[in-house]
């Protein structure tokens, strides 16, 4: 049987532990490209990786490259291109460099893999997906970002915390954009069953969803010289199972929304059904007041970005 062909586009952090992940759990080959300052660092990932299939026990072929060829006919690419903002760089910087670096790929993808699903890795997530949808002319479903199962797992990992349980008994559901319009659904959160806020009272689960929301920035601190790319790339590569083993797995994904939640023609963190051919149901829910109140305020925030990038690449 022929295994799924997936590239990876950009072999930083995010990009190599995605990787990592996909080879390891053997969801396909794997193609990581980038163009670097140093040419032969793509290949030389590649290999390290390949190298510790004989221990880890997987077969996957593994090519680390700079020429777009090696990725032709892709089943899946995965997004990270792009660069993270450095001090004394603008919001508008960061947008308009990335959406002009996102443009390049998404350009470079449509010719070489016209039948891939595109799952967005980049940021400012919201706005490059958006990007990636504009240059491919993809069909909507076949371009997806990634941003709503790693908020969600955050949430998740800090309610875990906060009670004492295992992760494994956590289910949870934020939409809307990535970051500070993140919106949490209570009505959607339970323990083994129980609903959270039987659990935690409201001002202290108010503060943990404000950590979620700060989840990012808190590792940056930490870190100091570099960003998350363990749970993004887990994030990213739970992605790529459902759609090569058409897992049909109901998660948060940026999906294109028309008239779904009255979005208008934008990609907005929703629930979503994944599986072989992309973004394959849009679950609309019953939102409580306050829930809908903070989801419109986020997809307003979404225009609003996509709006300065379109008027950034004019």
């Avoid at 009670?163 to 919106?183: N, W, Y």
Wanted: charged residues 20%; glycine residues 10%; contains cysteine.
């Amino acid at each position: 049987m022929r295994r799924a062909k997936i590239s990876i586009i950009g072999a930083g952090n995010v990009g190599a532990t995605t990787a990592h992940w996909c080879a390891a759990a053997e969801l396909g080959d794997v193609v990581l490209l980038d163009i670097p300052a140093t040419e032969g660092m793509p290949a030389g990932k590649a290999l390290d990786l390949f190298q510790a299939s004989p221990i880890v026990g997987f077969d996957a072929r593994l090519t680390g490259t700079t020429d777009w060829q090696d990725t032709a006919s892709s089943d899946v690419v995965v997004v990270t291109a792009g660069i993270a903002r450095k001090p004394g760089m603008s919001r508008d910087d960061l947008l308009s460099t990335n959406a002009k670096i996102v443009g390049d790929v998404a350009a470079r993808i449509r010719d070489t893999s016209p039948n891939a699903v595109v799952i967005v890795v980049s940021n400012p997530l919201d706005a490059m997906v958006q990007r990636t949808f504009q240059v491919t002319g993809f069909p909507a479903h076949r371009v997806i970002g990634q941003a709503g199962i790693l908020d969600t797992a955050r949430y998740r990992a800090f309610l875990a915390m906060e009670l004492g349980v295992s992760v494994e008994d956590i289910s949870a559901m934020l939409l809307g954009g990535h970051g500070d319009t993140m919106v949490p659904i209570p009505s959607c959160t339970s323990v083994g069953g129980i609903p959270v806020t039987q659990l935690i009272p409201a001002e202290r689960l108010e503060a943990i969803v404000k950590r979620t929301r700060d989840g990012g920035a808190e590792i940056v601190s930490l870190l100091k010289t570099g960003s998350a790319y363990y749970a993004p790339a887990a994030a990213t590569a739970q992605m790529v199972e459902a759609v090569v083993r058409d897992k049909k797995r109901l998660v948060p994904c940026a999906a294109y929304c028309d008239k779904e939640y009255g979005v208008g023609g934008f990609f907005v963190g929703v629930p979503v059904i994944l599986g072989s051919g992309g973004v394959e149901k849009i679950v609309e829910l019953r939102l409580e007041p306050q829930e809908r109140a903070g989801l419109d305020k986020s997809i307003a925030a979404v225009k609003e970005l996509v709006a300065v990038m379109n008027r950034l690449t004019a």
